[in-house]
C-alpha cells in the first residue's frame, strides 16, 4: 500500500540549534513529495516541494529538504531553529490515484 | 504565491439544521478541490475530491448525502453538512491544485453543532 510516514511524533529543539523532521514514502513511480506546515487552528501552509531534479530542495523560511531514493526519504531540515517555527509539520505525497496522502504529523517544538 | 481562501473560519449551528463552507481559489482556476477533515493533533483525512462541472468522488464511509460538495465554478467549490449533529463537530479543510500539481489549502473551518 502507498504511504506517508513521520516516525517522529515530537521532536524537541533548542533555539538556534539545527532542526530535523523525518519523512519515509512507499509511493510507486516517480514520487511527487511536499512538507506542509500547520499553526494552531490555522489551514496547512506549503512549504516546499520536490518533483525532478535536484535533491537538496530550498523552501519558505529557510527550510529545506533532502529527496533520497535509495532510503525512500524526504527529511525536513534547517539550519537554526527559530520558537517562531514550533508547529505541527505534515509530509506528503501523491499516490498512483492523484490523490495527496499525508504522514501522520509531527509537532515540532523549539525551546528558548 | 497561490491563495486559497475559505469562509466561514468559524461556525455554530444547531443540531439538525445545514451548514454550508466555501472554498475559493483566488488567484487561479482549479478544476480540482479537495475536502479534508482533521480531528485535533491529527492528520488530514480526505472525505471528497470536488471537480468542476461534475459530481464529486467521496472516499470510503462518507455520506455523500450527508456532506453535499458543488463545484459550480473554476474557482469555488462548497461544501455542505447537511441535518448536522455533534459529531459533526470538526475542523473541515479545502485544498485546490495548482501549477506543477502542488495543492495550496485554505485556512479550515471549524464546525460546531450544538
Known amino acids: 500500500a502507498q504511504s506517508v510516514a513521520q516516525p517522529e511524533d515530537q521532536v524537541n529543539v533548542a533555539e538556534g540549534n539545527p532542526l530535523t523532521v523525518k519523512c519515509t514514502y512507499s509511493?510507486?513511480?516517480?514520487?511527487?513529495l511536499f512538507w506542509y506546515v500547520q499553526y494552531p487552528n490555522r489551514g496547512l501552509q506549503f512549504l516546499l516541494k520536490?518533483?525532478?531534479?535536484?535533491?537538496l530542495v530550498k523552501g519558505s523560511y529557510g527550510f529545506e529538504a533532502e529527496f533520497n531514493k535509495s532510503q525512500t526519504s524526504f527529511h525536513l531540515k534547517k539550519p537554526s531553529a527559530l520558537v517562531s517555527d514550533s508547529a505541527l509539520y505534515f509530509c506528503?505525497?501523491?499516490?498512483?490515484?492523484?490523490?495527496?496522502?499525508f504522514g501522520q504529523g509531527t509537532e515540532l517544538s523549539v525551546k528558548p | 504565491g497561490a491563495v486559497v481562501s475559505q469562509h466561514p473560519s468559524w461556525v455554530i449551528c444547531k443540531s439538525g439544521t445545514s451548514v454550508k463552507i466555501e472554498c475559493r481559489s483566488l488567484?487561479?482556476?482549479?478544476?480540482?478541490m479537495f475536502w479534508y477533515r482533521q480531528f485535533p493533533k491529527q492528520s488530514l483525512m480526505l472525505m471528497a475530491t470536488?471537480?468542476?462541472?461534475?459530481?464529486?468522488?467521496?472516499e470510503q464511509g462518507v455520506e455523500k448525502d450527508k456532506f453535499l460538495i458543488n463545484h459550480a465554478s473554476l474557482t469555488l467549490s462548497t461544501l455542505t453538512v447537511t441535518s448536522a449533529h455533534p459529531e459533526d463537530s470538526s475542523f473541515y479543510i479545502c485544498?485546490?491544485?495548482?501549477?506543477?500539481?502542488?495543492?495550496?489549502f485554505g485556512e479550515g473551518s471549524w464546525l460546531t453543532v450544538v
Open positions: 520536490y518533483i525532478t531534479g535536484d535533491n
Open positions: 509511493v510507486s513511480g516517480n514520487p511527487y
Open positions: 470536488s471537480n468542476e462541472g461534475s459530481k464529486a468522488t467521496y
Open positions: 488567484d487561479f482556476q482549479a478544476t480540482t
Open positions: 506528503a505525497a501523491y499516490n498512483q490515484g492523484g490523490k495527496l496522502i
Open positions: 485544498s485546490a491544485r495548482g501549477l506543477e500539481n502542488t495543492i495550496y
